[in-house]
């Protein structure tokens, strides 16, 4: 209650202050306020994009249909295995999910049908989202990597995915698959892996 009290009276002391600046002085104040609001402003619509794919662009799957795909490929697996002694595994590569500079949906989001799949036949299996950018994107948008990783976390929710089931991984700029030299090398460095444990 003190320190409330102690706030208004700083309030008050300051608006009297205000006032017994003469007239120039008020308007260079609050010209002064004006310009540092709209620098924010235009600080905070540097770090966002407006123009990105968002969830209004998210392709309903048949999950029941993607299901019946992997469980043909499984079979296929335990008959080549049957006849190869047990050798064969199913080798699944990540799916990788790609971006446009400063934007956390996914060009690709329909690539996830085998991910999905398989999260929806292995109930207990985990998600990893493995996730790069490249040192010029990080640096003009902040918390890209955070961001997409939160958004993809919520495409797998939207298909039936509880979310303590994917765990986010940021490699920063860490793990570049091309050059950062040119355009397409930095496309190409800003994934999300999805892995599978």
Not at 69 to 85: C, F, P, Q, V, Y
Not at 96 to 119: A, K, Q, R
Request: charged share 25%; glycine share 6%; with cysteine.
């Amino acid at each position: 209650m003190k320190s409330k009290a102690l706030s208004v009276n700083f309030i008050r002391i300051l608006s009297i202050e205000f006032l017994n600046f003469n007239c120039m002085t008020r308007k260079a104040l609050i010209l002064s306020l004006i310009l540092s609001l709209l620098g924010y402003s235009l600080m905070q619509s540097q770090t966002e994009k407006s123009d990105c794919p968002n969830f209004s662009d998210l392709k309903d799957f048949d999950t029941d249909k993607i299901v019946l795909t992997l469980m043909g490929h499984l079979k296929e697996r335990d008959s080549i295995n049957a006849k190869a002694g047990g050798i064969v595994s199913l080798f699944h590569y990540p799916d990788v999910l790609n971006f446009e500079s400063g934007c956390d949906f996914p060009t690709n989001h329909e690539d996830i049908e085998i991910t999905l799949g398989i999260l929806i036949q292995r109930p207990n299996s985990q998600l990893i989202l493995e996730i790069n950018s490249h040192p010029s994107e990080l640096e003009k948008y902040p918390g890209i990597n955070l961001k997409r990783g939160k958004t993809v976390s919520k495409i797998f929710a939207h298909y039936g995915i509880k979310e303590n089931r994917i765990h986010i991984q940021d490699y920063g700029a860490l793990r570049p698959w091309a050059t950062n030299e040119s355009e397409y090398g930095r496309s190409i460095n800003r994934y999300v892996a999805l892995t599978i444990r």
